[in-house]
């Protein structure tokens, strides 16, 4: 059976440093169909995130308040994308060509290919046209795994479906198996960066860097830009967007473009750091260090800054390199091959939510505040790990639910969603899960189409 909800967010917080801290939660898996405890995991992470605001909150000088967490809102907003509505706009879809397919030895593989690059891979090392049709037909000639590596050799993304035990067996499997699902780590030397003076919010006066994309990332920057955080999300030009996704995560948020192979634009970028107090970015690994802000880097350009890093496979382990989605994580980890069983299904069954995703970037902004709180209190520049694969061991520690498979669903999501104005038309789009007594989490800015915005702070000339 699984951890309660209030047994895993007494380790989370044990696990960023925080001190115990009770929140009402409410709620028991299963909610979602699933025979793994997502809610547990998406009512935990958002309450662990909340209750870190309010530390900090009350660190600056304001007064204690109580945290409230729903597990059907919980797991509402851990699908949140699915959730937001915009006249003329379609949610989120999935590439014609992407998903499972069976190959000539029997195992399966799942490809992701909604970046036209990653597709071209995958047609590149198939030699067939972008037709579904034509990729199964052509990947009944492949072994499963020897097809995933291939894609990946080709800059492709696609994993075989593995079970838990040979995920285990695995040599990431093996290097990850321990890996907690947030590290956080002192990189560099500075004295105690104070707090801001005590404002409306808790993270009033924070500056946020927010270099992300597709959800884990984005979701850690919207949440942080819900507890008063300035946050801009610097997004580039050339690079393919995914418009439903950035429409969700972009509220709370300013956002402009720059160009990083441009060394006018990182300077511009070094500027922004100077006036940061968090960078967060998610990109592939190594592709912001190559343009010169790795963690060490953005340590001593801005003595005091906290990193927060986010990958797919974990900073450790043959595949820490490679590039991944939270799709492709869990079906190589086993998760979707023990759904399948539990279900005696035919084809491996993903997660009812991209679980991974959602809960990897509460726990990038729970680590985020957390580092927070100890640059005020011991000084040093700090670097916050989460890795999907990491938090995909997570869950599993969390326990199966039997017969969540069964389980009906949230239901109705009205009673968790807003109205407001955006920059594409009125949005409908849920409200943040956590409730705070003294500070309700929001977001005062609304979510605008990439690149509305000069690339700097606000009230800078």
Known sequence: MPNIPAATLADLLALAGLPPAEATLTGADPIQ????AVGTAAVASIAASAIAAAAIHEARGGPAQTVSADMAHALAEFHSERHMHVPGFD????????????????????LHTNHDHHRNAVLAVLGCPCDRDAV??????????????????AGGVATMTRSLAEWAAHPQGEAIA??????????????????????????????VLDLTKVIAGPVAGRTLAAHGAEVLHIAAAHLQPLPALSMDTGRG?????????????????RDLVGSADIFLQGYRPGAIAGHGFAPEALAAMKPGIVCVSLSAWGHVGPWSGRRGFDSLVQNANGINDAEQQAGGEAKPRPL???????ASGYLLALGAMAALLRRSQEGGSWLVRVALAGTGEWLKRLGRVEGGLAAPGIGDVARFQEQTDSGFGPMTALRHTAQLSATPAHWALPSMPLGSHKPAWAGSP
């Open 352 to 358: 009812p939510c991209q679980a991974l995703d959602h």
């Open 136 to 153: 199964a037909g052509a990947l009944a000639g492949w072994q499963a795994e020897a097809a995933e590596t291939a894609i990946y050799d």
């Open 33 to 36: 169909p699933s025979t793994f």
């Open 91 to 110: 949610a989120h879809e999935w590439d014609a060509i992407a998903g499972l397919y069976r190959c000539g030895d029997g195992r399966w593989i799942r």
């Open 253 to 269: 948020k300013r956002t402009a473009f720059l160009d990083l192979r441009h060394a006018t634009q990182r300077a511009t970028m």
């Open 178 to 207: 321990t890996l907690p699902a947030l590290v956080i780590e002192r990189i560099g030397d500075a004295p105690p960066t104070p707090l801001p003076p005590l404002g409306a919010r808790p993270l009033d006066g924070i500056r």
